[in-house]
């Protein structure tokens, strides 16, 4: 403030137009009697708009010069909504300015001048005398300027929204909508919102149509217009349908189509040209299972509460786009390394509180995937693609976390027969290592077993998918060879956790079909136990249904392996041939449920009627039972009741390095 801060209680919400307006000039009056008034306060775009007599005085007749104050001095007792121009300045040196007079109380009043140039004259007077309401915001969202048909409209005690914020201002259910089409105006298009209200039925008791139009200054977008008009005049507005055929019917954010078509806006702008933007891929983890459980209207709902908790993370250069049923993308331009990661972090930390359905928590979480323009590529269809492929990585990785795009990710093999070149080589460049997912024994919550997972880091072509490598190994024999490194592997942490007096633990190895066939395969078993001195009871054989379609020969090897004292499990129980007489034949001690028989608790009764007689014929049997796929509190509590006495699965811990396992459940 420059002058009688103590005068200008009755007009505070002014004070920060003052200073937001950055393209009209505006000062504060009081008036002391019928013909004098006092200088309150002005900004600074007064001074480069007028030559001013005394700028120091506080006697508004001092302060302007005579040709100004006589115009002004007769606006000044008006009606607030009359509109005038004052002139100043003679001949080719005239200058004129659209005047705007608002009485805040009987003695204090603020005068807005715009100044009126040629070109701007017939948007100026389309906007001030439009007959609707139309206020004008800052790209925060301030109120800076009403027209006289805003002023017509408000009540006396409510005759002035200049420094309210239009957010603030909007009924709840129209905000996130708005939000949008804000954000998209201020990137330089008019759009039109089918229904929109105020708080306090301001200006319409009844839903409006609001347009918005980029306001310009110098050719920079610096505002927003919003038209307030009759919601049946919605329908005769070519815009309005362009509007609905860009968004998405469910979630009411925008849709694919407006995706690309921003997109081409984006390549098309010149100020764009130099400036980094991000393509964020936010996949939905196994939403398939919240529409099984929840039915198709109750999977909508948590649908659109998710969507609106991502919209709630957009702003000016931030917009968010339904690109797939369960797909989301955020398109981050003006992007810094930083903005992306705050964004990314954001996306997850907004998940971590639950959605509420029929009074039920639920959880969502998400794998993430980021590609970068220029970097990455400028075509919609490259970069998208680019994204999804660090969204697979991130899925490969444990989910729930985001990773950026890199050249490896694409670099995949391109036959078969370099993936096996490679392959041939991975146990001697040291490509391969282990994981191990923890197995949780449900009775007391203890772990004291695990299952090893084998995992490849490719010196040319970084992590490939076990989904990948795993076929070529055994339709190529590698199998054979990685097998027997994985028993070594094994049998070599467990000796060194041994020397270091950590817990003894047993560890399961899956075999492979071939690998438990070769003649030699327990004699394999009982050499690695031999050499590192491993207790047998420590080592867990993991085979498949598959791998026991001969009957003699499978029994024989079983045979083999139970008297060297090690485990013998059988792996995803009830997906192979076998038949449930063989369990009674074979010396085996553990049955594996297999993950897709879990996924369907809660769901199928039929199902669950499977996993029951499961449970109970094994321990009839004298078997232990393990889970797979553990993921949610409700599959174990259904597998608590009906006495299963291990399980496994992401609910517990994913598939984790050995030396992270050493630390998190034998050292700590």
Known sequence: MKKYRESVAPFADYQQLIQMNPFDAVICLRKVDKKAFEVVDFNDKLLSFMELQDKAATNAE???????WLQLSNFLNEEVHTQHVLKLGTGLHERAFAIHVQHFSNSMVAVILREIKIEEKPYLQYVEQHVDPVLTVDLQGRIIHQ?????????????????????????SKYINEFKLLFAKTIEGSAFGMPKCLFKDQLLSKEPFYLRTHPTYYNGVVIGVHLFVKDANSFMNDHEAFYYLALMDELTGIWNRKAFKEH???????????????????????????????LGESKGDELMRMFSQRLNELCYS????????????????????????????????????????????????????????????????????????????SVKEHGRSHYRYYREDMTAIFPNEALMEAHLRRAIEFNELSLHLQPQMDLTNNSINSFEALLRWNNRKFGFVSPAQFIPIAEASGLIIEIGDWIIDEVCRHQKEWQSKGYRPVRIAVNISPKQFRKENFARKIKAALKKYEVPPELLEVEITES??????????????????GVYVSVDDFGTGYSSLSYLKRYPIDIIKIDQSFIRDIAKDDKNEAIIKAIISMSHNLGLEVIAEGIEELIQVDFLKRHHCQKGQGYLYNKPLPVETIVQKYFVS
């Not at 081409?264 to 398939?288: G, S, T």
């Not at 810094?336 to 990661?341: A, R």
């Not at 791998?547 to 060297?564: A, G, P, Y």
């Open 62 to 68: 001092r302060f302007f010069t005579k040709q100004c």
């Open 147 to 171: 027209n006289v048909a805003v002023t017509s409209a408000l009540s006396k005690e409510k005759h002035s929204l200049i420094g309210r914020d239009i957010f603030s201002l909007l009924e």
């Open 263 to 293: 997109w081409l806006h984006h390549l098309n702008d010149k100020k764009q040209e130099h400036k980094q933007a991000a393509l964020i891929l936010v996949d939905i983890d196994r939403f398939k299972k919240f529409n099984e459980s």
């Open 317 to 392: 250069k931030c917009s968010l786009y339904r690109y797939n049923s369960d797909e989301f993308i955020f398109v981050l331009k003006d992007a810094t390394i930083q903005k992306i990661e705050l964004t990314a972090n954001a996306i997850l930390d907004i998940l971590k509180q639950p959605f509420m359905i029929d009074e039920q928590e639920y959880f969502i979480s998400v794998s993430v995937g980021i590609s970068l323009s220029p970097a990455d590529g400028k075509d919609l269809e490259t970069l998208v693609r680019k994204a999804d492929k660090a969204l697979f």
């Open 547 to 564: 791998s026991m379609t001969n009957v003699h020969e499978t029994f024989s090897i079983l045979t083999e392996l139970k008297q060297l």
